[in-house]
């Protein structure tokens, strides 16, 4: 693979050519990526990828209307040719007042955990190896009828370059896997998930996931229904960090809040969540597949809070939705997670989404609850414009006498998104990260769960 200080150069070569084309203002991402990624299904392997993909991504600006092309691979004419495309594009399109400048050069953030030379050096052969050993571990039951899974496994070298001075680069691993256990008995039938993101590899991962898939599914063999109405709902770390994942998100975005398509429009500084609620958006955090030392853009990594005590205190911006407003931009311009891409212009989005923890065990929140529901799963988002949140619990279990009993069938839950988080009253003290979102349990004091009973 091409080394950082190579693609730095490339980088700074296609923000010069831009600027002689005329661009007032550019940036370039030269990247060199290889990924092997592997799925299972129903015991068998179905495909196997290994992806070489090496190419620079430009971005131009004239009178503030971008233009944006890319080219595979290094070769000088390739990258001339998307230079020009780039400003060509600038110059067709409509000048937009709205913009006001790249961000400006900066020192980027060091940060640990970014690369992990041992997971660098994983084969496709390895890769494939994990796969089966994952569903193999997921299936170890005669009441597993089938499993799926999948791996995927990356190392990214990037350079990132701008007009006005900005020049950095970085190495990236990551390394995804998911599996699912189908599990049958007589009528009966449950699926159980888990899967994990990391920027390393961990030994113990094939072994644990498949485990915790396996034992949710035949857990959710014993099934019952639950009658219409209004409960306290344990929300489990995976269902919490899928629904936040756009939630927040997407909710926060500054482009989506200034254009009056997000829920959460007109609400900085005022409370959308209960006292126990924080959140932070956090690129620093060791290992995690959304750390960078810099943003899409240039900005240095940095910490950005997002929710405090229950109150919306920042929106996620970019360069173009800060400008807009005169401020800085939070850094929150992204060119992908674990890998990024030069095949598209950046994009405004967290990085590491963090749910502050809280003080309480899950089984005291369980005791506590009484007569509720366990959300463990579900694969429904949140109408962004209206907040409303409307969503079948995939994987869920009724609470009874203070203790989880049976799976629900074919039961749904209803609310708004901020009377979700205005009613959490309990908060985890130990956390796991699903889609981008570290989280504790939560519980919400009063959800409507639609029963099927």
């Known amino acids: ?38 799925d299972q299904e129903k015991g068998s392997v179905k495909q196997a990828n290994r992806v070489v993909d090496p190419g620079v991504g430009i971005r131009t600006f004239i009178k503030g209307s971008p233009g944006f092309a890319y080219c595979t691979g290094f ?23 709205a913009f006001r400048d790249l961000p400006q050069a900066a020192r980027p953030r060091a940060v640990a955990g970014l690369y992990e030379r041992r997971l ?74 888990d899967g994990l993101s990391s920027r390393k590899l961990e030994s113990d991962a094939v072994e644990r996931l498949g485990v915790k898939a396996r034992e949710q599914a035949i857990k959710g063999l014993s099934q ?29 975005n500054a482009d989506s809040v200034q254009r009056g398509r997000s829920y959460l429009a007109g609400k900085l500084d005022q409370m959308v969540g209960s006292a126990a609620l924080d959140m932070v958006d956090d690129p620093t955090v060791p290992w995690a597949t959304g750390s960078t030392s810099f943003d899409g853009e240039g900005v240095p990594a940095s910490p950005l809070t997002v ?24 850094g929150n311009s992204s060119r992908g997670g674990g890998a ?37 799963g579900t694969w429904d988002y949140p109408n962004l414009a209206t907040g409303e949140f409307s969503g079948l619990m995939m994987e869920s279990y009724a609470i009874r006498g203070g203790e989880i009993g ?25 956390s796991r990260t699903y889609f981008g979102v570290t989280s504790p349990h939560v519980r919400v004091s009063s959800a409507r769960i639609g029963g099927s009973g």
Not at 307 to 330: A, F, I, N, P, Q
Not at 342 to 361: E, F, K, M, Q, W
Not at 415 to 430: C, E, K, L
Request: with cysteine.
């Open 1 to 38: 693979m091409m080394d950082e200080s190579e693609l730095a150069g490339l980088a700074e070569k296609a923000v010069a050519m831009a600027g002689r084309m005329g661009a007032d203002k550019c940036d370039a991402l030269a990247a060199d990526t290889q990924a092997v990624s592997v």
């Open 75 to 97: 070769d000088g004419k390739a990258i001339a040719s998307a230079v020009e495309m780039a400003v060509s594009l600038s110059r067709a399109g409509t000048p937009d007042p």
């Open 120 to 193: 660098s050096e994983i084969g496709p052969d390895e890769v494939v190896r994990m796969v089966i050993e994952m569903a193999d571990v997921a299936a170890d039951d005669r009441r597993i009828s089938s499993t799926n899974g999948s791996a995927g496994v990356s190392v990214c070298h990037v350079a990132l370059s701008n007009s006005n001075g900005f020049t950095g680069s970085q190495r990236l691993t990551s390394m995804d896997l998911v599996v699912e256990a189908v599990a049958r008995d007589g009528d009966a039938m449950f699926s159980g998930y």
């Open 224 to 252: 019952t229904k639950l009658e219409t109405g209004d409960y306290p709902v344990i929300i489990d770390p995976l269902a919490f960090g899928f629904i936040l994942s756009t939630a927040v998100a997407a909710g926060a």
């Open 307 to 330: 929710v405090d005590k229950g109150r919306l205190v920042s929106y996620l911006h970019d360069s173009y939705t800060s400008g807009k407003e005169s401020r800085s931009s939070t």
């Open 340 to 376: 990024w891409s030069y095949r598209g212009a950046p994009v405004i989005s967290t990085s590491n989404l963090v749910v502050g923890a809280g003080d309480s065990t899950f089984e005291e929140m369980v005791s506590e609850t009484g007569t509720g529901v366990y959300l463990r």
């Open 406 to 430: 049976p799976a629900l069938k074919q039961s749904t839950i209803g609310v708004g998104m901020v009377d979700m988080m205005s009613r959490v009253d309990m908060v985890g003290r130990t």
